[in-house]
Nanobody
Framework: QVQLVESGGGSVQSGGSLRLSCVASGYTDRICMGWFRQAPGKEREGVATIDSDGRTSYADSVKGRFTISQHNGKTTLYLEMNSLKPEDTAMYYC?????????????????WGQGTQVTVSS
């Protein structure tokens, strides 16, 4: 069973940057991973994903500003967030799945971290 632990959230002003990290322990071969976020009163939405071959996908709202990457043999997942906006404020979750189909859909994932808060002030 893979376990996920996020870190790196915090508070930043609009236009600033943050890097989120997710450490995965357990069997990570052929695993697909993603970052999701959930703002108060809103549904959890996909932000960025990376499949088992390293292909990435992004929500339109973050394209050109966020970058997802994997390191250390897929055991560490990063989300580099630049040009942050107040609407990026949310709890951010790392997620993983072996069923790598619609990766921006939260229903595709069965493994979740505990979340890390990102707050962007104007």
């Amino acid at each position: 069973q893979v376990q996920l632990v996020e870190s790196g959230g915090g508070s930043v002003q609009s236009g600033g940057s943050l890097r989120l990290s997710c450490v995965a322990s357990g069997y990570t071969d052929r695993i697909c991973m993603g970052w999701f976020r959930q703002a108060p009163g809103k549904e959890r939405e996909g932000v960025a994903t990376i499949d088992s071959d390293g292909r990435t996908s992004y929500a339109d709202s973050v394209k050109g500003r966020f970058t997802i990457s994997q390191h250390n043999g897929k055991t560490t997942l990063y989300l580099e967030m630049n040009s942050l906006k107040p609407e990026d404020t949310a709890m951010y979750y790392c997620a993983a799945t072996y069923r790598c189909l619609q990766l921006l859909s939260r229903y595709e994932y069965h493994l979740w971290g505990q979340g890390t808060q990102v707050t962007v002030s104007s």
